[in-house]
């Protein structure tokens, strides 16, 4: 079975509208788990060559010329998804994304509930992925 070819990343262009005074996004991205986007789900996130291609041009993208970025995802951001983050306990929580020349390291946490009331949700060590920066793979380390 062929396998797809990559896609390169094309940052979406940003357009003014003089009319209204406000700038918009044009062009569609396809976003296979960026880093700025919140990942929350039942277990690690997959991704296809094309994709796995498309994530590693855009964390190459966003590094720019820097030697080192940081994307973190605090826990208090699943508040943009639900009032009780407490109700995913037992999900992955993309916690923190480091990009630097070395490659792209994403630190995944499991979602708990604390046992004292109130009861809120608390972040434990899942796993950690690393990506070079060739796209070939990934290797997943899984914290104790």
Same mark, same amino acid.
């Given at each position: 079975?062929?396998?797809?070819?990559? #896609? +390169? /990343?094309? $940052?979406?262009?940003?357009?003014?509208?003089?009319?209204?005074? %406000?700038?918009?996004? =044009?062009?569609?991205?396809? #976003? +296979? /788990?960026? $880093?700025?986007?919140?990942?929350?789900?039942?277990?690690?996130? %997959?991704?296809?060559? =094309?994709?796995?291609?498309?994530?590693?041009?855009?964390?190459?993208?966003?590094?720019?010329?820097?030697?080192?970025?940081?994307?973190?995802?605090?826990?208090?951001?699943?508040?943009?998804?639900?009032?009780?983050?407490?109700?995913?306990?037992?999900?992955?929580?993309?916690?923190?994304?480091?990009?630097?020349?070395?490659?792209?390291?994403?630190?995944?946490?499991?979602?708990?509930?604390?046992?004292?009331?109130?009861?809120?949700?608390?972040?434990?060590?899942?796993?950690?992925?690393?990506?070079?920066?060739?796209?070939?793979?990934?290797?997943?380390?899984?914290?104790?």
């Amino acid at each position: 079975m062929p396998t797809p070819a990559p #896609q +390169p /990343f094309i $940052p979406p262009r940003i357009e003014s509208d003089s009319s209204s005074g %406000t700038l918009e996004l =044009a062009g569609t991205i396809h #976003q +296979p /788990f960026l $880093p700025e986007a919140l990942y929350l789900g039942p277990g690690i996130p %997959t991704r296809n060559s =094309a994709e796995l291609q498309a994530f590693v041009n855009h964390c190459r993208y966003i590094l720019g010329q820097r030697s080192n970025r940081i994307i973190n995802h605090s826990i208090t951001d699943l508040h943009e998804i639900t009032p009780a983050p407490a109700v995913f306990a037992g999900h992955l929580w993309r916690y923190r994304i480091v990009i630097n020349v070395d490659g792209i390291l994403e630190d995944y946490r499991i979602i708990a509930r604390t046992t004292n009331l109130p009861v809120i949700a608390a972040l434990q060590h899942a796993f950690t992925v690393y990506y070079d920066w060739n796209a070939s793979g990934y290797t997943v380390n899984i914290d104790e």
